[in-house]
């Protein structure tokens, strides 16, 4: 079946334009992560949704990032004001349920976002 | 709280030859241990996972890990580097909370023909 997909694969923008992620899961799947990868750094969390629950953004960096997942499927990250050291991939990963120590999160491809 | 360390960022191997990637845990309960391989302009594969089964765990394309406690250790080995696992493999933690996975760093492997 199809797995998690991502668009756009590359996104370059200038510093203070705002920045749309998306996200598709796999179908069913009901817990969404959004992740952040910089050069030479594993991988930062930013924000979870869970359901219809209200998604935990502990992680996100800052107010100018923002997420929102639409009918418990497909997720946008935001990011307003972008700055150069929002450059990364930023990977997502939907998983079958929460709170199982066994489950697996099934990545996709990443976005990787260059601002110049 | 749960971390990892991948003690090496870089892992040069010989085709043919074994592999070992090192990896060191802290958990302060029975954690969830997992691999994750990354292939260039790819997402993230799970190698293998760990869950308080059996401590040897296999894994897909001949890649496999040990569970010590006793070391806090779950290095990934396989006896023979094809040029196909060249990649970048990181080793995972499971926590607790929304932030329930914890990634190391990473370990760049590549393999010489």
């Known amino acids: 079946g199809a797995g998690v997909s991502q668009s756009p694969s590359n996104k370059v923008t200038e510093k203070g334009k705002d920045v749309e992620l998306r996200c598709d899961p796999i179908?069913?799947?009901?817990?969404l992560y959004w992740y952040r990868q910089s050069l030479g750094q594993g991988l930062e969390f930013l924000i979870y949704f869970q359901g219809n629950s209200a998604p935990d953004k502990s992680g996100l960096p800052s107010d100018r990032f923002s997420a929102e997942r639409t009918g418990g499927s497909v997720s946008t990250l935001t990011i307003q004001r972008t700055q150069q050291e929002d450059s990364a991939v930023y990977l997502c990963?939907?998983?079958?349920?929460?709170?199982?120590?066994?489950?697996?999160?099934?990545f996709g491809p990443g976005t990787r976002l260059t601002v110049t | 709280a749960q971390s990892v360390t991948q003690l090496d960022s870089h892992v040069s191997v010989s085709e043919g030859t074994p592999v070992l990637l090192r990896c060191n845990y802290s958990?302060?309960?029975?954690?969830?241990l997992f691999w994750y391989v990354q292939h260039p302009n790819k997402g993230l594969q799970l190698l293998l996972k760990y869950t308080s089964a059996a401590t040897l765990v296999k894994g897909i394309n001949g890649f496999e890990a040990e569970f010590k406690k006793s070391e806090t250790s779950f290095h990934l080995t396989k006896p023979s580097a094809h040029m196909s696992d060249a990649a970048e493999y990181f080793c995972?933690?499971?926590?607790?909370?929304?932030?329930?996975?914890?990634f190391g760093t990473g370990t760049r492997l590549t393999v010489i023909p």
């Open positions: 990963a939907s998983s079958l349920t929460f709170g199982q120590a066994s489950y697996e999160q099934y």
């Open positions: 995972v933690v499971s926590g607790t909370g929304a932030n329930n996975l914890f």
């Open positions: 179908s069913g799947h009901t817990a």
């Open positions: 958990s302060s309960y029975s954690p969830s």
